[in-house]
């Protein structure tokens, strides 16, 4: 689920470190997601924990400049502030979305996105400047950070196909907003899905793309404002104070790179725990 709310942003801010070589972005964080659903979460430990916890309020965070910008951007600011209030507070306060809801919804958020490629790729572009460039191999990893934390699984059973199913359709729509916009359109706008629906010609669907934004950051954020709960306490308050300020004050960008290293080292982490097990047994 976390997916979708990622790609709202995080596609064009990959984009426009690593062009087209976005894709073997996605491919370089696959491969880490796969490895992320092979080692045992991080420990109780006070800096595990603490881990944890700053990579779901970055996710958070990230989720709500999405929401702000996508369905309000004339307050983006404000609705991003109040998005982390709301949702993320919820889900801390212990507001759970039954199982079968959250599937069902995962389903038709996974149809909407399909939905959104054909219609991309079946319309010629108007034209882009910009092809594929030699391999900037900085880009490439910065673009793999940047994805990471909406390709890890939530949740360990049959975790290898999630992530194997998660990365063919995050390809798939890096492919078509590359193939309709070019790289340097895609990455010059926080809200460049919305510009890949008005280049072909489907602005009819943008009230779908609005309703798309809302339930793919509302349901992300309530699961990590709990999860954070569980790994803080009521401590974990003070997280969402700052998730909110930072989503009020602070741009895109360094929100992504904080919640892509949380989650980089969330993994080393349980690499560790994995370690530390083997070596008792």
């Not at 092809?131 to 900037?136: E, N, R, V």
């Not at 909406?150 to 078509?176: K, M, Q």
């Not at 308050?237 to 290293?261: E, T």
Request: contains cysteine.
């Amino acid at each position: 689920m976390r997916l979708g709310g990622g790609l709202l942003v995080a596609l064009a801010a990959a984009a426009a470190g690593a062009g087209w070589w976005l894709l073997g972005g996605l491919v370089l964080a696959a491969i880490a997601a796969s490895v992320a659903a092979r080692v045992p979460e991080p420990g109780d430990a006070l800096v595990d924990r603490g881990v944890v916890a700053v990579a779901r309020l970055a996710e958070v965070t990230v989720y709500a400049i999405a929401f702000g910008a996508y369905v309000f951007p004339a307050h983006r600011e404000a609705a991003a502030a109040a998005f982390v209030a709301v949702a993320a507070g919820a889900g801390f306060a212990g507001l759970k979305i039954p199982t079968i809801v959250v599937r069902i919804t995962a389903a038709l958020l996974l149809v909407a996105g399909l939905t959104l490629v054909v219609v991309c790729v079946a319309v010629t572009p108007v034209g882009t400047a910009d092809g594929l460039q030699p391999p900037d191999f900085a880009g490439v990893l910065v673009a793999a950070v940047l994805t990471l934390p909406f390709l890890r699984p939530a949740g360990r059973e049959n975790a290898g196909l999630r992530v194997l199913l998660l990365t063919a359709v995050a390809l798939l729509a890096a492919f078509a907003a590359l193939y309709q916009l070019g790289a340097v359109r895609l990455g010059l706008s926080l809200t460049s899905l919305r510009d890949l629906l008005s280049a072909a010609d489907a602005d009819a669907l943008q009230p779908l793309l609005t309703a798309f934004a809302v339930v793919a950051t509302v349901v992300p954020a309530l699961a990590a404002g709990a999860e954070t709960r569980t790994r803080t306490g009521v401590p974990g308050l003070a997280g969402l104070v700052v998730a909110a300020a930072a989503a009020y004050f602070l741009p895109l960008l360094p929100v992504l790179v904080l919640a892509g290293l949380a989650t980089v080292i969330e993994l080393l982490l349980g690499v560790r725990a994995r370690r530390y097990s083997e070596v008792r047994d």
